[in-house]
């Protein structure tokens, strides 16, 4: 019988939608520029070996008007950021020490 272990621990979507109708889009909200930090900083912090984190860009998640958003699975908690400050937040708050970014949580 195989084990049914997830992959990775943890694996975040990060809203990058582009819209060309005049809707609110994470990608106009920076999305982009925030994915680039998102991966980079866990990766700096050794967080994406695999079976840890695994962050991955995604098309519309539906909630761009709340946006720019993030999701976490498994957990399934739906974050908002406005920087790069906010983002190392979720990271460091969520990622490292397993605790939910109040204020962020959509």
Not at 80 to 92: A, C, G, V
Request: aromatic share 6%; charged share 25%; glycine share 10%.
């Amino acid at each position: 019988m195989t084990e049914n272990k997830q992959h990775f621990g943890q694996h975040l979507f990060i809203c990058m939608n582009q819209r060309d109708d005049g809707r609110e889009c994470c990608a106009e909200k920076g999305a982009h520029a925030a994915q680039q930090h998102l991966k980079a900083r866990v990766k700096e912090l050794g967080l994406s070996r695999s079976g840890e984190v695994r962050v991955n860009q995604s098309g519309c998640l539906g909630r761009c008007e709340e946006g720019p958003v993030l999701v976490i699975y498994p957990q399934g908690t739906w974050y908002t950021y406005i920087d790069n400050d906010d983002i190392d937040e979720i990271i460091d708050e969520h990622l490292v020490g397993g605790k939910i970014v109040s204020r962020l949580k959509i």
